[in-house]
């Protein structure tokens, strides 16, 4: 049994306090309902509203903590996070359940690491919805892929198929019906034998882009179980694609979020060497 105490920033309902240290909204109200929490060394048993200030207490086993992101920026309309592979955007056992208020405007796929813009309230996710669709955020992912590469930063362009029953989609040379045109920015940032780190930029946003993308040129990413081989994922021990957004810019945010506009965020993968930080 592990044991956490920490101090409430603002008054709020218990479980949301609790969602903000890292539990899911779900395991915080078991907590609740076992007596597991203290409050001021009070244990409480119901999702009771709290003060600023009020000092809690929780116990709980370490298996159950949610450890598959981290809060890299807040303020009251915007989260920025850091996710970590295993975690779903949507729904309630996903990163909307685990943050309270939390409201997904885009999404990783769920072993996609890397920075997320969540929404807190309704106009911030309308804002941020239209800045999305019209490519008013500028994203850039870090990929390790298979076999040396020689990207230079060009935009590769390419038409996209998508099968809504197996979730999997086809990158193509020619256009045909039913197909979708992509673009995409690759650039060659260390490179060996054997893998190469590649620096990625969405032009189009689309279902599995850069992961399909980059195995139509040649240079599937490591670990993809889905876009790469098997004998690759195993030679290189990995289980979850080696795919990750490093980067992100707000270029042009409208009403309440102007005072995004040019602010960047970023947040290197464990996997990418130190020395090549930028």
Same mark, same amino acid.
């Given at each position: &049994? ?11 309902k218990l479980a949301n ?50 450890? %598959? ?10 989260? $920025?996070?850091?996710? %970590? ?15 309270? /208020?939390? &409201? ?6 769920? #072993?996609?690491?890397?920075? $997320?813009? &969540? ?22 992912? $870090? ?19 998508? /099968? ?37 930029? $969405? ?26 081989? #098997? ?22 945010? #409208? ?11 970023i947040c290197f993968p ?8 930028k």
């Amino acid at each position: &049994m592990e044991k956490k105490i920490f101090i409430a920033d603002k008054n709020d309902k218990l479980a949301n306090l609790l969602s903000k240290e890292g539990f899911s909204y779900n395991y915080a109200s078991k907590l609740i309902r076992n007596k597991d929490v203290k409050v001021d060394d009070v244990r409480v048993k119901e999702n009771i509203d709290l003060l600023f200030g009020s000092e809690i207490t929780v116990f709980y086993t370490e298996e159950n903590i949610k450890q %598959k992101f981290e809060i890299v920026y807040e303020d009251n309309n915007v989260y $920025l996070i850091n996710k %970590k592979a295993g975690i779903e955007v949507e729904g309630p056992a996903g990163l909307e359940g685990c943050l309270p /208020d939390a &409201m997904a405007v885009h999404r990783l796929d769920r #072993n996609t690491e890397g920075l $997320l813009v &969540m929404a807190k309230n309704a106009e911030a996710k309308e804002i941020l919805l239209n800045a999305f669709k019209n490519h008013e955020v500028e994203k850039k992912y $870090l990929a390790e892929v298979v076999g040396s590469s020689d990207f230079k930063g060009e935009i590769y362009k390419a038409y996209l198929v998508k /099968d809504k029953e197996s979730a999997f989609v086809k990158i193509i040379k020619n256009n045909c019906k039913g197909a979708t045109s992509i673009a995409t920015g690759f650039k060659t940032l260390k490179s060996n034998p054997s893998s190469s780190i590649v620096e990625c930029q $969405l032009i189009t946003g689309k279902t599995h882009q850069i992961r399909a993308h980059l195995s139509f040129l040649g240079h599937a990413i490591i670990g993809d179980g889905k876009y790469g081989k #098997n004998e690759n994922n195993k030679k290189f021990k990995q289980k979850t694609q080696k795919l990750h957004c490093f980067y992100i810019k707000f270029n042009k945010l #409208n009403g309440k979020l102007n005072y995004l506009n040019k602010k960047e965020f970023i947040c290197f993968p464990t996997w990418y060497p130190k020395n090549n930080s930028k």
